[in-house]
């Protein structure tokens, strides 16, 4: 990130043209790192936003109107205290640190005109936001910062205001050529940082870039100069540049010529419009990374119970094949009751089993009998066993089924996870996930009055993937499984063809033949898409089976995306990777 000190006195210069005067009319904290102050001022509003997040530090006029918390947290209470209907009388840098004042005008609890000091300090990790009365005494900080935090400066209320310790470099804005040419000992971007406070690697290398490739010490300092004498002057060029995804990747109050030909850069009127783009772009990006890493992790979870649960009924299920030995001995004592004696500790019993012939095979069967029970008790106990094992391993047997077609859905939504591009792909897989029964929707307030209201809403379904084979056949793939069950059952018709990786999750895949019959190479390259659109896409060999759509259907409450097939056939891919 680039807020360094040239951005901060280029950002403090343009709040002390446009907020000085204004008043504090609301005190937001939209979050614990970040601070909103709602200015007025002739009728006219501009929202002011401080934010000490280690990724997102910044100061600046925003047109961001985030949400508020219910219950304020106290450092904003006591900044509603201080602040609310205090004057904006002036912003400034201090020295050329990365630390600006907002100086406010208001007045004491006896009503006499006193000075209220609000320290901004955008340091990256260590920024924060300080609340002090005019002689700079503390009242409290957005982070308080105790002696467990740090031994050399505290931030508590009640203490006097220090600024960072220095780092004893070189104030860039009071530099000669002298001063210059005698402290670089080489023309480079790390001398330069080394030698000058508040300067970032994006600005230093803008210097290194207009000094050239095979500069000297006095091209060095002309670059160098003129980054200075438009900061000195207030020159601006708020400049942000965009990679080559169309993504935020730079900002800065210079035009930046660094990266001419790779990067586009885009020129605004003000450093608040420049900041939003780059921060509402970046928090937008980290808000779908954070709801894609918790959805994963919420299928991981899944993904973690099931098998574990599929493990536990597994080891039951063998225990139900015990129930034969249940049984035999039952049998062989029933046979032989009249033989037993009531407190025989054991005997070797002849059972009789079917051989399926019709006749009977003999078995010579050990028994050791239960203390405090009767032959004929032992024999009812075992009976009860057989067939509490008989029942449990019919149950456990279709409970077995379910978890393993739950597991194998959970792994296709893992699948759809892992290719999603952009919020709309996460926001269906979500509703997909909440359509199942998993979870809760974003847009469910949890009445159940409403929930199926709400369930349908979720539903929305977007266009699936196009391709096109060299025989001019249209191919659909599905990004996700409600996608999947939309192109089988709703887009596609019973002559066209449907293709599925072999036992591994992928997308449904579906050649649009329109009555015609396509050839082998296009069923081919059909077949090499629903490869490519598997778990399968990075092996070299993958089985694809294919048949029509007459002969997929879907089991009555399925889940999305499970579908069985008939009358097949597999084709087998090379993938040229």
Known sequence: MSFDAFMLRAVANELNEKT???????????????????????????????????AAARIGIT?????????????????????TGAKIERVCQIGFERVAEILFETYDEMGFITNRRLICEIMGRYSNAVLCDKEHKILNALRPVDFTTSRKRQLLPQMLYEMPPSQNKKNPLTETREGFISSIEEVSEKELM??????????????????????????????????????????????????????PYEFS??????????????????????????????????????RAHDTERFLKNIEGR???KLELQTKELADTERKSEYKLKADAITANIYRLKNRQESAVLTAYTEDGSGGYTETEVKIDFERGLTPAQYAQKLYKKYNKAKNAEKEITLQIKKGREELEYIRSVQYSLSGINGQEDLAEIQSELFAAGYGRHEKF?????????????????????RFTTDGG???????NNLQNDYLTFKIANKSDYWFHVKNIPGSHTVLITEGKEPSERDITEAAVIAAKNSKASDEQKVDVDYTRIKNVRKPNGAKPGFVIYENYNTAHIVLKN
């Open 63 to 83: 047109e961001e109107s985030p949400e508020n918390p219910k219950v304020p947290p106290n450092f904003c209470m006591l900044a509603r205290k201080y602040l």
């Open 194 to 247: 080394r030698v000058y406070s508040g300067m970032s690697p994006l600005t230093a290398r803008e210097i290194c870039f207009r000094a050239g490739e095979t500069a000297d010490k006095d091209s060095f300092w002309d670059a160098f100069s003129e980054i200075v004498n438009a900061t000195l002057e207030n020159r601006y060029i708020p400049t942000l540049v965009i990679n080559e995804k169309g993504e």
């Open 306 to 308: 099931l098998i574990k």
């Open 473 to 479: 056949y249209t191919v659909f793939v599905g990004k």
């Open 20 to 54: 000085v005067g204004y008043k504090v009319e609301k005190v937001m904290q939209p979050s614990k790192d970040e601070l909103s102050l709602l200015l007025h001022k002739d009728g006219k509003h501009i929202r002011l936003q401080i934010n000490a997040g280690a």
């Open 253 to 290: 109050p210079f035009e930046i010529k660094q990266y001419s030909g790779l990067y586009t850069t885009k020129k605004f009127s003000d450093m608040g419009g420049l900041t939003d783009a780059y921060f509402a772009e970046k928090e937008r990006k980290n808000r779908e990374r954070k």
């Open 445 to 465: 307030d949890g009445k159940r009055k409403d929930k199926k209201g709400y369930r349908q809403k979720a539903l929305q379904i977007k266009d699936p993937m």
